[in-house]
């Protein structure tokens, strides 16, 4: 089977490797024929050479591990030791070893689950981030009537922007160096700004407060920090994403005197949420279609990522995908 590993920062190289036998499956693993797979934020770091807080990243080491950083993942299943996952089924989510870059995945089921046949599987993919941005709503206080703020509008930032306006914003604002506004009607933001978070919270005014501020940057100290002085008086913040360092430094003072919460989280209860992303999807079909702007085959890999690390206006979610031969 075909996989990609890094040998150096921002270089993959592709190899031919056994592909991995039904029987080596322990309790609960999948084994799926790749069919897509979406470059999420987080697998940038890696990518780059940097030592990240993925699974499997512990700085050199990570190099030499076939298929990483890439887990979000949409295959056909080949074998199951899973009850609710039989050969033939098309399943998204995660590759729990965020070894998605070769041919064959061995994946934990519990972090998978079936979708809408009429979505391709590069679409689908999108139902992976789509999954983990509806659990963080599930922590947030009620969203309808309130005003929020969606701090980074990339492929997850954007994400926040369009389920906020869907679960009933009366405002959403999106926060952004790169010019998002050609972006924005389709993504439900009323207001688009472009600019760095620091210059964005300078000139709120204490009626402009957002009650609901979400960090959807990642990878960054000082925009959590903005978040936190953006919030409205008993606001809430969400930090999204996975931190690349072990200490943030907040305002403590600004978070007592203005009775605020700050929320963080991985997703749980992956499967169910899986699920209501789909749901989702049904229930707003020009979703999708719009989220995934860009696709590249598996002989691509290369200019796929090096796209992923260009902001443009246009890009949003990056695919990749087999033509559909088999690996």
């Known amino acids: 089977m075909w996989s990609y590993r890094l ?12 592909a991995p036998e039904p029987e080596s499956l322990a309790d609960q693993q999948v084994l799926l024929r790749f069919e897509a797979a979406g470059i999420c934020g987080s697998d940038l770091p890696g990518y780059r050479g940097t030592q990240g807080k993925l699974p499997g990243d512990t700085g050199a080491c990570a190099a030499e591990m ?5 887990h979000e993942i949409a295959g056909e299943v080949l074998a199951s030791r899973h009850p609710h996952h039989r050969p033939g089924d098309r399943v998204v989510g995660w590759a729990s070893g965020f070894d998605g870059l070769m041919g064959y995945v061995v994946a934990d089921g519990n972090g998978l689950a079936s979708y809408d046949p009429a979505l391709t599987p590069a679409q689908a993919v999108g139902l992976q981030p789509l999954a ?9 206080p009620e969203i309808a009537g309130r005003r929020v703020a969606v701090i980074g509008q990339g492929s997850i930032g954007l994400l926040f922007s369009y389920v906020a306006k869907a ?43 957002p009650a609901i501020v979400i960090e959807a940057v990642g990878h960054q100290v000082a925009t959590l920090s903005h978040a936190i002085e953006a919030a409205a008086f008993g606001g809430t913040v969400f930090y999204f994403g996975v931190p ?8 403590m003072r600004t978070m007592l005197r203005n009775n605020l919460t700050l929320r963080s ?7 169910r949420m899986l699920c209501a992303a789909d749901d989702f999807a049904r229930d707003h079909p020009e979703l ?22 260009r902001p443009e206006p246009g890009r949003v979610k990056i695919a990749i995908a087999d033509e559909g031969s088999p690996a």
Request: aromatic share 10%; proline share 8%.
């Open 7 to 18: 040998t150096a920062p921002y270089t993959f190289e592709r190899r031919e490797l056994p």
């Open 66 to 70: 076939n298929g990483f950083p890439v």
């Open 132 to 140: 983990c941005v509806l659990y963080a709503f599930e922590q947030l």
């Open 167 to 209: 679960l009933g914003a009366a405002q959403v604002t999106g926060v952004d160096p790169v010019d998002r506004a050609p972006l924005a009607a389709a993504f439900g933001v009323d207001e688009m700004v472009r600019a760095t978070s620091d210059r964005w919270v300078v000139h709120l005014s204490a009626t402009d407060r």
């Open 244 to 251: 690349d360092d072990d200490s943030y430094p907040i305002s």
């Open 265 to 271: 989280g991985v997703t749980l209860d992956r499967a």
């Open 288 to 309: 999708l279609p719009n989220y995934i702007t860009h696709t590249f085959s598996v002989d691509q890999v290369p200019a796929a990522f090096e796209l992923a690390c």
